[in-house]
């Protein structure tokens, strides 16, 4: 299960894996206060991508496409984290104030989708040897 939170919220007891995917880190949060497993700052969008977007709602999917691109072009930035994800709870934690249109969101979302493409493929259904009536 992947979920998002923002970093200034409660840590949860069903929280699972915590991990900080900003590349900045929080203002306001001291390190030794905040709880958390990993901060994978390579997870965020480029500087020039995060810049460009600004938080800007008419720009974000434009924004998603680009940061989408940038997380298939680094799958070791995050192939660990579906292991994570597959064992329990994942819960990817951002900063901005914007709690829908965000990298985390966007993250979780391809995460998800990496998930459900790694499904072992089922098998048809043989009805050979049955018998027609």
């Given at each position: 299960?992947?979920?998002?939170?923002?970093?200034?919220?409660?840590?949860?007891?069903?929280?699972?894996?915590?991990?900080?995917?900003?590349?900045?880190?929080?203002?306001?949060?001291?390190?030794?206060?905040?709880?958390?497993?990993?901060?994978?700052?390579?997870?965020?969008?480029?500087?020039?991508?995060?810049?460009?977007?600004?938080?800007?709602?008419?720009?974000?999917?434009?924004?998603?496409?680009?940061?989408?691109g940038e997380l298939?072009?680094?799958?070791?930035?995050?192939?660990?984290?579906?292991?994570?994800?597959?064992?329990?709870?994942?819960?990817?934690?951002?900063?901005?104030?914007?709690?829908?249109?965000?990298?985390?969101?966007?993250?979780?979302?391809?995460?998800?989708?990496?998930?459900d493409r790694q499904q072992p493929?089922?098998?048809?259904?043989?009805?050979?040897?049955?018998?027609?009536?």
């Amino acid at each position: 299960m992947i979920r998002c939170k923002r970093v200034y919220a409660a840590v949860a007891g069903d929280d699972g894996y915590r991990v900080l995917v900003d590349r900045l880190w929080p203002r306001g949060c001291k390190k030794e206060s905040l709880r958390l497993d990993a901060w994978l700052r390579e997870l965020a969008p480029s500087a020039e991508l995060r810049k460009a977007f600004h938080h800007a709602a008419e720009r974000f999917e434009e924004f998603r496409l680009l940061y989408r691109g940038e997380l298939a072009a680094h799958p070791e930035h995050w192939w660990a984290l579906l292991d994570k994800a597959r064992s329990g709870t994942l819960t990817l934690l951002f900063a901005a104030r914007e709690e829908q249109l965000n990298n985390a969101r966007v993250l979780e979302e391809f995460l998800e989708e990496e998930l459900d493409r790694q499904q072992p493929a089922s098998s048809p259904v043989c009805y050979a040897g049955e018998r027609k009536s």
